[in-house]
C-alpha cells in the first residue's frame, strides 16, 4: 500500500484509548499495522486487536470488512466507576469528586444495539473491560447546556478492574438473570436487571437480531420475549 494512500482509523489518540493498548500490548504485538486501508491498533499473529472506547456503530464497516478473514479482538470499555475532574479551559486543576453512576457489564448493550448483526461472526470477540477512569471536563464553554457548557476533554484509566470475553454469540445470554420468567416482556427484563427500561429495550433488541431470543406473543401492549427462536 502507498504510504500516501488515506487510512481509516488514524485520528489522534485520546488518553483512555492510548492507555488500554499499552495495557493489552504483549511483547511481540505490532501496533498501529496498515491492513486493507485501515489501521490495526494491535496485531498478535493472526489475531487483529482493536479498541473502540465508544460507538461501536463506527466499526460496522471495519468490522464487515476483515471478520471474515482474521479473527478480531474487539475491545471496549465501561466505567465501573468514575472521577469528574474540572479544569480550567487551559487545563488547570480545579476539583475532583467521585461521580454516583456506576457502570455495569450490562450497559454494553448500549452499544451493541448498533451491531446486533455481528454477533454471530465466528471470528469475533468482544472484549469488555470494567475500569475505574478520570472524566477531565474544562471549562470552556464549548460542551453541552447540561454540563452548564463544560466540555468532556477527555478520559483517563485508573485500573482495569475486570475483563470480560464473549467468543459466541450465545454467551451473551449469560448476562441475562437466572431466574427470569419465561417468556418475559420489557418491563420484567428491567426488573430482575435493575435497569432502566431503556436499556431492557436495547438488550432485548440486540438479542433478537442476534437471533437469541424471538418474540412469542404479547401481553396486553407489551412483547413477550423467549430465550431461543424456533426452527
Same mark, same amino acid.
Given at each position: 500500500?502507498?504510504?500516501?494512500?488515506?487510512?481509516?482509523?488514524?485520528?489522534?489518540?485520546?488518553?483512555?484509548?492510548?492507555? /488500554?493498548? *499499552?495495557?493489552?500490548?504483549?511483547?511481540?504485538?505490532?501496533? *498501529?499495522?496498515?491492513?486493507?486501508?485501515?489501521?490495526?491498533?494491535?496485531?498478535? &499473529?493472526?489475531?487483529?486487536i482493536?479498541?473502540?472506547?465508544?460507538?461501536? &456503530?463506527?466499526?460496522?464497516?471495519?468490522?464487515?470488512? !476483515? /471478520?471474515?478473514?482474521?479473527?478480531?479482538?474487539?475491545?471496549?470499555?465501561?466505567?465501573?466507576?468514575?472521577?469528574?475532574?474540572?479544569?480550567?479551559?487551559?487545563?488547570?486543576?480545579?476539583?475532583?469528586?467521585?461521580?454516583?453512576?456506576?457502570?455495569?457489564?450490562?450497559?454494553?448493550?448500549? *452499544?451493541?444495539?448498533?451491531?446486533?448483526? /455481528?454477533?454471530?461472526?465466528?471470528?469475533?470477540?468482544?472484549?469488555?473491560?470494567?475500569?475505574?477512569?478520570?472524566?477531565? +471536563?474544562?471549562?470552556?464553554g464549548?460542551?453541552?447546556?447540561?454540563?452548564?457548557?463544560?466540555?468532556?476533554?477527555?478520559?483517563? !484509566?485508573?485500573?482495569?478492574?475486570?475483563?470480560?470475553?464473549?467468543?459466541?454469540?450465545?454467551? +451473551?445470554?449469560?448476562?441475562?438473570?437466572?431466574?427470569?420468567?419465561?417468556?418475559?416482556?420489557?418491563?420484567?427484563?428491567?426488573?430482575?436487571?435493575?435497569?432502566?427500561?431503556?436499556?431492557?429495550q436495547?438488550?432485548?433488541?440486540?438479542?433478537?437480531?442476534?437471533?437469541?431470543?424471538?418474540?412469542?406473543?404479547?401481553?396486553?401492549?407489551a412483547?413477550?420475549?423467549?430465550i431461543?427462536?424456533?426452527?
Amino acid at each position: 500500500m502507498n504510504d500516501s494512500s488515506p487510512l481509516i482509523g488514524t485520528l489522534a489518540e485520546k488518553s483512555l484509548h492510548a492507555a /488500554l493498548k *499499552e495495557w493489552l500490548a504483549q511483547s511481540g504485538d505490532q501496533q *498501529e499495522v496498515r491492513l486493507d486501508n485501515f489501521v490495526i491498533d494491535i496485531v498478535r &499473529g493472526d489475531q487483529l486487536i482493536e479498541i473502540q472506547t465508544r460507538h461501536l &456503530g463506527a466499526m460496522k464497516r471495519k468490522l464487515a470488512r !476483515l /471478520l471474515p478473514h482474521h479473527p478480531i479482538q474487539l475491545v471496549h470499555p465501561i466505567a465501573a466507576q468514575k472521577w469528574i475532574v474540572r479544569q480550567t479551559a487551559s487545563g488547570q486543576p480545579i476539583s475532583r469528586r467521585k461521580s454516583p453512576k456506576k457502570g455495569r457489564l450490562i450497559d454494553i448493550f448500549t *452499544e451493541l444495539v448498533r451491531i446486533p448483526h /455481528l454477533l454471530h461472526e465466528p471470528n469475533l470477540t468482544v472484549t469488555v473491560l470494567l475500569t475505574h477512569q478520570d472524566e477531565i +471536563w474544562r471549562d470552556d464553554g464549548q460542551g453541552s447546556w447540561r454540563r452548564k457548557r463544560w466540555s468532556i476533554y477527555d478520559h483517563h !484509566l485508573l485500573e482495569v478492574v475486570s475483563q470480560h470475553d464473549f467468543q459466541a454469540a450465545a454467551d +451473551w445470554l449469560t448476562l441475562l438473570p437466572a431466574d427470569l420468567p419465561q417468556p418475559f416482556t420489557n418491563r420484567e427484563l428491567a426488573a430482575a436487571l435493575n435497569c432502566r427500561p431503556n436499556l431492557a429495550q436495547k438488550i432485548t433488541y440486540t438479542l433478537r437480531h442476534a437471533q437469541l431470543i424471538e418474540v412469542v406473543g404479547k401481553k396486553g401492549n407489551a412483547r413477550l420475549h423467549k430465550i431461543g427462536v424456533g426452527d
